[in-house]
């Protein structure tokens, strides 16, 4: 059985290689590279490698082995791929459902070894041609505002001072930041004023921005230029703002930033997003919060 584990392995793997590859030659991923891509390779080892035990085992093997390839490579980040794995283990049991059921109903003997090797070959162009259907769709991307707010125990002007530039930024980090979610840990301004540039440093990489709208101590409007951070960019950052309203003795204070993104489908995906943005705006407003607490402690 083992021979035949290693076998359903390596085959589901190289399936499910090409199909990453083949599915997101375009700008985004959608059904393809989350359901399609893992169906066919689950599917033609479900046929390929008889007894339950054996293909079940092969295709989660070669899951998990695609995904740890792509996380080595660059290509993919462990958040992203914690993110997709629901999806990715669903179609993976039901295309090797599928086939194992397939193979049972017809009992292919001889002739399953040739079966085997037309289906793996077969399955590149499956996925290509879903790739072809789908890119319209995946071209379109999806526009969203996500905000946040916190209240800040001081006055707009000294709030202000805060975000204006971030010298090192320390809070609690939530959990998405332990497996691989950006941590933001400076921003610089060149000088005040709209048409300045503002640089704010991760732990990995930077984005560069160009203030749009300076009403010190109420509005700052930010155009996010480039993105110089890790992995292929399915979620893209446009804009971004701080907006400052006063509220008795503190400040409410809402952080704003407009993502493009196209992946899809949409019900899965946005809520996932807007989870990632708001931990990076709560990192970065908890960091306020405590300057402007400790501030008020000094004499």
Not at 125 to 154: C, M, N, W, Y
Not at 173 to 185: A, D, E, F, N
Not at 219 to 246: Q, S, V
Request: net charge neutral.
């Amino acid at each position: 059985m083992t021979k035949r584990i290693v076998i359903g392995s390596l085959t589901g793997l190289a399936i499910g290689l090409i199909g990453f590859f083949v599915a997101v030659s375009g700008r985004g991923m959608g059904i393809v590279m989350f359901l399609l891509v893992p169906v066919v390779a689950g599917f033609v080892v479900g046929w390929a490698i008889p007894g339950r035990k054996a293909f079940m085992v092969s295709a989660m093997i070669s899951l998990v082995g695609s995904l740890v390839v792509l996380i080595a490579v660059g290509k993919e980040g462990l958040l992203c791929a914690l993110m997709a794995l629901p999806f990715l283990v669903l179609g993976v049991t039901i295309g090797a459902l599928l086939g194992a059921g397939l193979r049972e109903a017809v009992k292919p003997r001889g002739a399953q070894n040739l079966t085997s090797s037309m289906f793996a070959l077969m399955a590149p162009l499956v996925i290509f041609a879903g790739q072809k259907i789908e890119k319209p769709i995946l071209d379109q991307a999806h526009t969203e505002l996500i905000s946040t707010t916190v209240r800040v125990a001081d006055t707009p002007q000294h709030t202000w001072l805060l975000i204006e530039t971030v010298d090192s930024i320390h809070s609690t980090k939530p959990w998405l930041m332990y497996v691989g979610l950006p941590i933001p840990q400076r921003c610089t301004l060149e000088r005040p004023g709209v048409g300045a540039k503002r640089t704010c440093y991760f732990d990995k990489g930077y984005i560069e921005e160009t203030v749009t709208e300076w009403d010190p101590p109420h509005n700052m409007g930010l155009r996010i230029d480039r993105t110089h951070m890790p992995g292929r960019h399915w979620m893209g950052f446009e804009n971004a703002g701080y907006h400052l309203e006063p509220d008795g003795d503190g400040t409410l204070l809402t952080r704003t930033t407009t993502i493009s993104t196209h992946l899809y489908p949409r019900w899965y995906w946005r809520p996932l997003e807007t989870m990632g943005v708001q931990s990076e705006h709560r990192y970065i407003l908890e960091h306020v919060v405590s300057e402007a607490m400790y501030d008020a402690t000094k004499p």
